[in-house]
């Protein structure tokens, strides 16, 4: 299993040095420039690659509709939501869900299961959801299985 970080944008990192105690301290990172104005900073975002897919596989849009089974549960191991319940995959327009959705699905490729590792930011953040509190930590098992262009409109 890997466990990938994403979004690390605005985080500095702190790299230990090898030298003895007769060796000049680390310099320190510049603080991140302020974004601009209506500009939106996301903290870290990590999931792990649970089973890969096939490596020929596309990767879906924003705009697409995907299939998958997904598994919802909090920090504590409660399960909020899932596939599972309604015996068979859902299908979303991948635009309308929650930005962590919107970032890592579309780095999926059909048959991947990953785990997502969700902070209140890339969710429903103060907004408490029906089984889920105000800037809940949420854990999402996703397969995606398959994913399709949205139909076209109709402008009749």
Request: glycine fraction near 10%; proline fraction near 11%.
């Amino acid at each position: 299993m890997r466990t990938i970080i994403a979004g690390m944008t605005g985080l500095g990192l702190m790299l230990g040095h090898a030298g003895g105690a007769a060796a000049a301290a680390p310099k320190r990172a510049a603080p991140a420039a302020r974004p601009p104005v209506g500009a939106i900073r996301l903290p870290v975002l990590s999931y792990t690659i649970d089973k890969s897919g096939p490596a020929t596989g596309a990767h879906p849009k924003r705009s697409d509709l995907i299939t998958v089974n997904y598994r919802l549960t909090l920090l504590d191991g409660t399960e909020v939501d899932g596939s599972a319940k309604r015996g068979k995959p859902d299908v979303f327009p991948l635009n309308r869900l929650i930005p962590a959705w919107q970032v890592l699905v579309q780095k999926m490729r059909p048959g991947d299961a990953w785990t997502f590792y969700v902070p209140p930011d890339y969710a429903y953040g103060a907004v408490a959801k029906e089984g889920l509190p105000a800037n809940s930590f949420l854990i999402f098992k996703v397969e995606l299985v398959s994913f399709e262009a949205p139909p076209p409109e109709n402008k009749g």
